[in-house]
């Protein structure tokens, strides 16, 4: 089982890109993949799906993304290819909040998620996520700590930044919002 692949981009198509990895080409299923750019170096979270007459590679921008993405298709009736579009915004929050606040409205607002399959989804993990779980990489909550800024100020801004980003980057846009 892969955990993560870091390599290059070298082709974007609608669903996946292709990501180069010490000269092999990997085929990875993305929610958005035209969030990332061709030709940049990029670290994408993986989930390896192995079925009799498939091999397919799920991926995703951050460690939450993918831990959401793996409780979300251990609930009955939902596959990866009905997951994954609800990542399209990259908002792990929000899937968190609509089924805590019991929002079948939102839910369904996926493809092929009906009411019943809405429903199902929340009575298997209303109580067992947390946003707390889902958010920004301690690194750059230690960051800012270290450079004086407050919690709560670093929660708001935290939630904004983009995950597949470099640590680096993801600092310089935190300080910018700040």
Avoid at 6 to 11: L, N
Avoid at 63 to 80: A, D, H, M, P, S
Avoid at 145 to 169: C, F, H, M, R, W
Wanted: net charge neutral.
């Amino acid at each position: 089982m892969y955990r993560y692949l870091k390599g290059k981009v070298t082709d974007i198509e609608p669903g996946n890109i292709v990501l180069e990895v010490n000269n092999v080409g990997y085929i990875i299923n993305c929610a958005n993949p035209y969030r990332y750019q061709l030709e940049s170096e990029v670290k994408i979270y993986v989930y390896q799906q192995i079925r009799e007459d498939e091999h397919n590679l799920f991926g995703f921008a951050s460690l939450q993304e993918l831990n959401l993405f793996l409780q979300l298709i251990n609930v009955k009736g939902l596959g990866c290819r009905m997951v994954l579009p609800m990542f399209l915004n990259n908002d792990c929050a929000a899937i968190i909040e609509a089924i805590e606040k019991e929002d079948v409205g939102f839910l369904t607002s996926f493809p092929k998620i009906g009411e019943k399959l809405a429903s199902q989804i929340i009575l298997d993990l209303r109580g067992k996520l947390t946003t707390d779980s889902y958010q920004v990489s301690s690194e750059l909550v230690d960051a800012l700590k270290a450079l004086g800024y407050k919690k709560s100020n670093i929660d708001k801004v935290a939630k904004k930044i983009d995950q597949s980003l470099p640590i680096e980057k993801q600092l310089k846009e935190a300080l910018k919002l700040l």
